[in-house]
C-alpha cells in the first residue's frame, strides 16, 4: 500500500479554509490533500470515512496540570500523564503542554524539567511538552533560561498570587527581561494575591466559610488590576505576555486596548468562562466546591463578552486549565475540609481547579452548531490549536494540515446536525476524577475518531481508546512564530 491511512468524504477545516477533501497520510506526516473522490481508488492500508463530518487538525491543549505536588498550597492533581493524556485523545486533543512545576525551594529549573520528564516519558498517550512553573527567580535559575532553551522548553508561567508562587513587580522584571533575552515567553496568572487573601480574611472575620464565597473574594477587580500591572510590566520590558485564564469582560479591555496600541500582548480563556456561572458555587451541601477555580466563574451577562473576545481576536488560545483534584479525597481536602464545625468546609482549603481536558472541544463545538453566531469553524481550530502551536513553537508541525510538514494529527467529528443530543456524564469521561464541573450540560458532538501521527487512538463506535501509553512522544519547541517585540531597545531612557 503507497499511504498507511485514508481520510474520506471529510469537510475538512483549517484556521484558514473549510473545503471538501481527502487526506492521506504516511510515515506519521500528512502526506496529501486531494478533491473529494480523487484518493478514493488508491492504495492504503486503512482507510476512514468520515462521511461529510469536520476533519480538523487535532486539538492542542496549551494549559494542562498534571501530577503537580500541592503547590497551589492545597491539593495533589489526581491525574497521572497517563489518565490526563487519555482523557485527552477521547476529546479530541493530540497535543498538551503542561507544567513542570518549580517550587521555592527548588534551586534548578532544569533538574525540575528532568523530573517532570521522568514523569511523563513512555505514560503519554498524547504527544506533549512541559512549560516552566517558575516561583523563585533566584539569579542562578534565570541563568538556566538558554539551556531550557536548547533542551526545547521556550515558555514559562509565572504567578501574581497564590502564597507559595506568587512574584513581587520586581521579580516579575527580572523574568520578563531574561526571558525576553532568550525568546521565551511568558505566561502570567494575573491576580491580585493581597486583595484576594485580604478579602479572604474579611469573609471570614463574619464568618462567610462556605464554596460560594471563594468567588466574593475574587471580584473582577482583582483579576482587572493584575491583568493592567501585567500589561505596564511587558511593556516596560519589551517582551511577548500572554494572560491566562481571562475570565472578565474588564480585564479583557485592557487586553484589547494593549492589542490596539500594537504591544505584543496574547490572552487565554477557557471553557469554564464561557459555560459556568459564579451560581455554580452556590450549589446546595458542599457541590458548590466542584466549581472551584481562579479566576472564578462570572456571571452568564458576561459570557457573550467571552465568546466576542474570542471572535474578535482579544483571546489568541482556548485552554481547559484542566487542574484535577478528587471531590471526595482526605488527602486533597476538596471534601476533608468540611468538619464538625464547618460543615460546608471552608473555601480557602478548597484546592482551586477543574478537571475539562476532554470536555473542552465538544462542549464548545456543541454550543456553537447550536448558535452558529457563536463562532465560526475557521476560528474554532484557530484558537484551540493552531494558534496554540504557533504561540508556543510548535506551528507548523502541529495545528496545521500542511503535506510532508505536519503531523498526522487529526479529529473526526460527526456531521453537523445528526446526533441527538445528551447529558455530559462523569462517567463516560476519562480521566481520574471523581466528577465534572460540565455534569447533565448538553452536548451533540464528540470526537468520532482522533488520529496521532497517523494512528487511530480514539474510536467512538468501535472500541474506543485505541491509542497505547507510550505512544505520545515529547516535542521540542521554538520560538512563537506570533509578533514578538517590538524592538524599542533594551534601556530607551525615552520610553520611560
Ligand atoms: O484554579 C485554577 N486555575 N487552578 C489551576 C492553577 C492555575 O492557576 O492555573
Ligand atoms: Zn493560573
Ligand atoms: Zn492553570
Ligand atoms: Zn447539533
Redesign the pocket.
Known sequence: ASFDLLILNGLVVTASDIGHYDIAIKDEKIALLAPKGSLAETQAKKVIDAEGGYVMPGGVDA?V?LEEPPL?GKGRSSDTYETGTRSAICGGTTTVITFAPQSKNDPSLLSVLESTHQKAQNNCYTDYSFHILLSNPSPSVLNEFPTLRQKGISSL?I?M??EALQLRDNEILDVLLTARQNSITTMI?AENGDILSWMTNKLEEKGLFEPKYHATSRPQLVETEATNRAITLSELIDTPMLI??VSSPSAAEHIRNAQTRGLPLYAETCPQYLFLTRSHLSLPSFHGAKH????PPRTSADHPQIWLSLRNHTFTILSS?H?PFHYFDTENGKSSVRTPEYPLGRFKYI????PGIETRLPLVLSAMEKDSKKLSLTKFVEVTSTNPAKLYGLYPRKGALLPGISDADLVIWYPPNTLEEWPIRNEDLHHNVDYTPYEGMMVCQWPRWTVLRGKVVWEREGEGLVGEKGWGRFVERGESTLGGRRGVGEWDVEAF
Open positions: 494549559h496540570h497551589f508561567k504567578y498570587t497564590y496568572h491566562v485564564h472551584i477555580c481562579s479566576p486549565d487542574c484546592p482551586n481547579g477543574i
